[in-house]
């Protein structure tokens, strides 16, 4: 069972009306009128309200389509920002090894025991392309989506450019999709085109070494696997130093901000944790990829570039599961929704609500208020799943679970489109009429296995909204007081 100890230290209050009911007052957008909600510190809160009305105008889809491929359902589109990063791409530095035997051995005729060494050694390392692959490709649909939600977010900004409140909100919103971005291009994309193609490299050269008592084949196998195989991830390593270099800076600087203007302590320092992280992630990753990036170009021709090899392996794996584990979330991406459904929560009090979530969903025990979610209620349970926005990922879930997936197969096809299906609060609804025990149970165990980690991620989101709106705020101010100096 799942628990919160993703989160800090928890602060639980009563959540608002707003979080409690699945039908609270909406507002028109260009009519807010933005009031400080705590005299001491106006101008902070007031902008923490503004920034999160859009998490009502976050994507609300009420359905979710399904395809028949293979056998199986799967998502049709994916319409959420995912922290999709594969737990194997931590281990393609190792493809940097595979050319051990190659390079250590160098000499005709090959030994017997060195080729079969270069034969596991290849195939290894032409198998991290696969992995390169599949990491490029799930790391590309979330650049489109927020792509997309930029696109929107601009276009947006430029409509409501004259109110000041509203293009603050946006432009918080913007800087934080920019880091998004930014790390699925370098962290992810980069380094699958360079480490993945420095593999395929790598791998064809030690596998050619096997053959080497042909001239042409040995000068070949020895470009492949040396200088040019290697070469390309100590190019991804300058690259992500740069990157790390940026993102140290830009945390830093966040946390100063915080630091000095965020008025509770609890507050203050869950946005140090999490700027900390961000920050340990890149120090180590950054300084990671520069070390092996020179080790793997000195093993080129030196036997011992590949023991400094082996604690940058140690060092990425970790790094992939420090960011899988602790940094990386998913979130529902900002919709196109109508001014008229606009609604506004201060930000702080959305943070002690997904905490209160955390605690209430992982201790069963600890019953949530009935406002919220009634557990031995499947009507209760499938209404809140869709009111948090959480129907993509457990119609997802529906389709991985043995016990349920069959019951898929129940709900009718599109006329259209025979192999897809549209998953709907009612067609839910329909399905549960008929295996009630069923669905309720795997609805209870979502709630409190994935729906904890879900309500874990929109943390780390709404934390890195806030630091990044208070540092903006800052820079702001002080702009400010420089025009009224000069």
Known sequence: MATPADSSDTLIITPSPAHMSPKAPSIEMDTVSHESPAPEVPKLLREASDITWQESLESTKDQVTLVRRGGRFHLLQQQQFKNSLLASVGYLELANAGD????????????????????????????????????????????????????????????????????????????????????????????????????????????????????????????????????LAAVFGLANAVWSGYLIHRFRMHDAATFAREPSDEIRRRLHTRFRRFQWHASINGLNGLVAGAASMVTAERWWGYIVLIPCIISLILCNYFWRKKIGY?????????????????????????????????????????????????????????????????????????????????????????????????????????????????????????????????????????????????????????????
């Open 330 to 486: 998913d979130r529902p991406v900002f919709g196109h929704a109508s001014p008229a459904k606009i609604q506004l929560t201060p930000l702080i009090e959305d943070l002690e609500y997904v905490i209160l979530m955390q605690r209430g969903l992982a201790e069963p025990e600890n019953s949530l208020p009935q406002a919220i979610v009634q557990l031995d209620s499947v009507e209760s349970i499938l209404r809140f799943i869709v009111r948090e926005r959480m129907l993509e990922t457990y119609c997802e879930s529906l389709a991985r679970d043995k016990k349920t997936r069959h019951l898929l197969k129940e709900l009718p096809c599109q006329k259209e489109s025979p192999d897809q299906i549209t998953i709907s609060l009612e067609a839910l609804f329909r399905l549960s009429t008929n295996h009630l025990e069923i669905i309720l149970a795997h609805a209870k165990k979502f709630l409190q296995t994935t729906g904890v980690l879900i309500f874990t991620h929109r943390e780390r989101h709404l934390l890195e909204l806030l630091g990044f709106a208070i540092w903006q705020d800052q820079m702001n101010e002080v702009k400010e007081q420089t025009i009224e100096q000069s």
């Open 100 to 231: 051990f035997a190659a390079n250590v051995w160098n000499e005709i005729p090959v030994p017997r025991f060195a080729a079969v060494l270069m034969g596991i050694g290849g195939t290894l390392a032409l198998g991290m392309v696969l992995v390169a692959i599949q990491d490029f490709r799930l790391s590309w649909k979330n650049v489109k989506v927020l792509r997309a939600e930029k696109d929107h977010l601009q276009r947006l900004r430029q409509y409501h450019h004259k109110n000041a409140e509203l293009a603050r909100l946006i432009d918080s919103r913007l800087g934080v999709s920019q880091r998004e971005i930014g790390t699925e291009l370098v962290d992810r994309i980069v380094m699958d085109v360079l480490m993945g193609f420095g593999s395929l490299l790598v791998g064809v050269g030690t596998l050619m070494a096997i053959g080497g008592a042909d001239p042409q084949v040995f000068k070949a196998s020895n470009l492949l696997s040396g200088y040019i195989g290697n070469g």
